[in-house]
């Protein structure tokens, strides 16, 4: 495996200070605002392997499905690129669904490499770890940072054909205007022959949704805190933990499901030097977990400059992952 994850020191100081920016903005917002890619740190991963885990989190069994039961079917359009090419994923995590994939495409002898892109170096290094025992042969470029900062970096170094995966229903971590931009910066960075590969969580029984990420055994609650002691370990702050409470809603008409911290008291949070004052029962947005309709992935295919070549959905009809081109 050919290794590139960057392990220099100023590349730590530069991303500290990114996300003591973007900390300081959102709390200042009205209203508070944390951005949820930034659950990640090494007990953020862990408490997300748990929550992936869950009997009621039913995304990660259903793309799974795919991957591990349709596995010919996501490979067929990706086989016929007939030329070497780079598979980049967007927020890798550990592999797990894609590794299907992976080792189907070696194993049928495809001229490619893998270059997983995650904000997590953490979660990078068990990737690597893993994807070395099990596809001991596959070509591999660990890529930390954000997604677009590495998709360019990624489209610099290899002028091959692309094949881009967004999975997981991460699409639904935007609302639909974020999701169309993003989806339009992909396309502005891809040319004729690329594709993409996006993991869509489909509308459903508002109850199945809810539960998901309202889990009884408070797994979900315990991921959204973990930001809180994230901040108070890294940029100096104090919030007490036990002062704010999880909530979560779903609007089955408009597809968003949000989870919100609670603030249970008025109070004051103090982040390196900056004062944040808080009223009791005052809210943090911490993310958005969008559900799609068919319709609403379509036009959102055509207004990103995209057609859908072909779709796969899993046993229940939960799920699909949508592969588009230009």
Request: overall charge negative.
């Amino acid at each position: 495996m050919n290794l590139q994850l960057e392990t220099d020191s100023q590349l730590e100081i530069d991303s500290l200070e990114i996300f003591q920016k973007d900390i300081l903005e959102g709390l200042s917002m009205s209203p508070k605002k944390l951005s949820s890619k930034y659950f990640y740190d090494k007990n953020g991963d862990r408490l997300f392997q748990q929550i992936m885990a869950m009997p009621e989190y039913y995304l990660t069994d259903c793309e799974l499905d795919i991957f591990k039961n349709k596995t010919e079917r996501i490979a067929s359009p990706i086989s016929k690129i007939n030329e070497p090419f780079d598979l980049i994923e967007l927020g890798a995590g550990d592999a797990m669904k894609s590794s299907y994939l992976l080792k189907y495409l070696e194993d049928s002898g495809s001229d490619f490499t893998y270059m997983p892109i995650d904000i997590s170096r953490n979660i990078l290094s068990i990737l690597n770890e893993k994807l070395s025992l099990e596809i001991p042969s596959l070509e591999i470029n660990l890529l930390e940072g954000d997604y677009f900062d590495m998709l360019n970096k990624a489209t610099s170094i290899s002028k091959r054909k692309k094949v881009v995966m967004f999975l997981g229903g991460n699409i639904g971590n935007m609302d639909l205007e974020e999701a169309r931009h993003f989806c339009r910066e992909i396309r502005r960075r891809l040319n004729p022959g690329d594709l993409l590969l996006i993991g869509f969580d489909l509308k459903k029984n508002p109850h199945t949704i809810l539960n998901a990420y309202n889990d009884a055994a408070g797994i979900t609650a315990a991921f959204n805190l973990n930001l809180l002691t994230r901040i108070n370990n890294e940029l100096d702050a104090d919030f007490n933990r036990d002062n704010f409470e999880h909530y979560q809603t779903y609007d089955p008409i408009s597809g968003a499901c949000r989870s919100f911290l609670v603030s249970l008291c008025k109070q004051k949070v103090t982040v390196k030097n900056s004062i944040f004052n808080f009223e009791e029962n005052e809210l943090i947005d911490m993310e958005i977990s969008q559900k799609f309709s068919q319709d609403d992935i379509e036009k959102l295919a055509k207004d990103s400059g995209f057609h859908i070549i072909t779709e796969i959905k899993d046993s229940k009809d939960w799920f699909v992952d949508s592969i588009w081109s230009i």
